[in-house]
């Protein structure tokens, strides 16, 4: 779930086969720019332009100059790459149940990515505990509607509801956007491949002492999650992030010689009804047909959550919460003792959470045409 960009020492050459791709392939799906512009401290705005927002943790753990950065820093930025992580879970959860037809290609690529990222967490879980962190899962759990963890891609509101074509060009796609050149901008967004591969810099700067002791092993849809005990593991378990999100440099594909599209794609296919393809060196959603799915009407849930629901969907609302809250204590529980039987717990949790999720799609809001939905709250 990630998008990439040039690093300051970087030559400027070094990316064009990326950049183009991306550009060809993001300007195909006229994907919404998610990221409003935040400007560097040192940089004044240009007349007529709003002040910059203030800087969120991940782009303030991003001004420390590399030679100052220690494990502290590894873990600050880590404990963000997880609540990134689990953050889009959710409302993935939310799309694909609501998908009447599981069978459908659409409810088909997004379960994909459901577990893509349930693999993301996972890794970057096994990377803080390798430099001494721990996870906070329940702690730092995600409020919806709300921004992505850590203050990546301002500007953007992840919200829940059911499969709509607004929820997928507007969240999924949102989320999941690639880099693309933007013409005449004197601000850099700051985007979450840039976050993962200042990680990367700083894991290569610090080789930090990896420790497998609460690192876990299990297989997570088609990956098997790996243990980190060199910089050459970590190199690769933050390139599967990115090509699962993102794409190859050359390709949609989530990894060479892999006929899945990433995600950003995969979302993209969906809104646009037809599979990408390449086109005279161009890339097209012109491809085969990709019906969208019908969907229960699940309506965007409200801040708050939902307002005096009626006591048959509060009863739903509560044991789906109780249900989730269980799930993010296991997946604590897990990697603070390397607990395996805990992350077991928790996968078979998360499995729990669709029987009331989907009950809750189809009961009615009085005076509506939509339907309750669940909205993940801690208990």
């Known amino acids: 779930m990630t998008e990439t960009r040039r690093t300051p020492e970087e030559p400027a050459g070094a990316s064009l086969g990326r950049r183009g791709f991306l550009a060809s392939a993001a300007l195909a799906a006229a994907a919404p720019v998610a990221a409003s512009?935040?400007?560097?401290?040192?940089?004044?705005?240009?007349?007529?332009?709003?002040?910059?927002?203030?800087?969120?943790?991940?782009?303030?753990?991003?001004?420390?100059?590399?030679?100052?950065?220690?494990?502290?820093?590894?873990?600050?930025?880590?404990?963000?790459?997880?609540?990134?992580?689990?953050?889009?879970?959710?409302?993935?959860?939310?799309?694909?149940?609501?998908?009447?037809?599981?069978?459908?290609?659409?409810?088909?690529?997004?379960?994909?990515?459901?577990?893509?990222?349930?693999?993301?967490?996972?890794?970057?879980?096994?990377?803080?505990?390798?430099?001494?962190?721990?996870?906070?899962?329940?702690?730092?759990?995600?409020?919806?509607?709300?921004?992505?963890?850590?203050?990546?891609?301002?500007?953007?509101?992840?919200?829940?509801?059911?499969?709509?074509?607004?929820?997928?060009?507007d969240v999924m796609m949102a989320i999941e956007a690639p880099a693309a050149p933007l013409a005449d901008s004197a601000d850099d967004p700051l985007s979450i491949g840039l976050f993962y591969e200042e990680l990367l810099r700083t894991f290569r700067s610090t080789a930090p002492d990896l420790s497998t002791a609460r690192q876990l092993r299990r297989r997570v849809g088609v990956d098997e999650l790996p243990l980190v005990t060199t910089l050459d593991d970590v190199e690769n378990a933050i390139d599967a992030i990115r090509?699962?999100?993102?794409?190859?440099?050359?390709?949609?594909?989530?990894?060479?010689?892999?006929?899945?599209?990433?995600?950003?794609?995969?979302?993209?296919?969906?809104?646009?009804?037809?599979?990408?393809?390449?086109?005279?060196?161009?890339?097209?959603?012109?491809?085969?047909?990709?019906?969208?799915?019908?969907?229960?009407?699940?309506?965007?849930?409200?801040?708050?959550?939902?307002?005096?629901?009626?006591?048959a969907a509060r009863r739903l609302l509560d044991a789906f919460d109780s249900a989730y809250t269980a799930m993010l204590d296991s997946l604590d529980a897990a990697w603070a003792d390397g607990d395996a039987k805990a992350l077991a717990a928790a996968v078979r949790g998360m499995g729990r959470l669709e029987s009331p999720a989907v009950e809750l799609m189809e009961m009615p809001i009085p005076g509506t045409q939509k339907t309750y939905g669940p909205q993940f709250r801690t208990i």
């Open 37 to 169: 512009s935040t400007a560097q401290a040192s940089r004044r705005s240009a007349p007529g332009r709003l002040p910059a927002p203030e800087r969120g943790p991940a782009e303030r753990l991003l001004a420390v100059p590399l030679r100052h950065r220690r494990d502290d820093w590894l873990q600050s930025a880590l404990r963000i790459a997880v609540q990134i992580e689990f953050a889009t879970i959710p409302p993935y959860l939310c799309g694909w149940w609501s998908v009447q037809d599981r069978k459908s290609e659409a409810a088909q690529l997004i379960r994909r990515v459901v577990l893509d990222e349930m693999y993301h967490l996972g890794v970057v879980c096994n990377l803080l505990v390798a430099v001494g962190g721990r996870p906070a899962i329940r702690a730092a759990a995600p409020v919806y509607p709300g921004p992505l963890p850590g203050g990546v891609h301002p500007g953007l509101t992840v919200y829940l509801s059911g499969l709509t074509k607004p929820f997928v060009h």
């Open 243 to 311: 090509e699962q999100g993102e794409g190859s440099s050359g390709s949609p594909a989530d990894a060479p010689g892999d006929d899945h599209v990433a995600h950003y794609y995969a979302f993209a296919e969906i809104y646009h009804g037809r599979q990408l393809r390449e086109e005279g060196g161009d890339w097209r959603y012109s491809g085969a047909v990709v019906p969208f799915p019908d969907a229960r009407p699940m309506a965007r849930v409200p801040a708050g959550g939902w307002d005096s629901p009626p006591d």
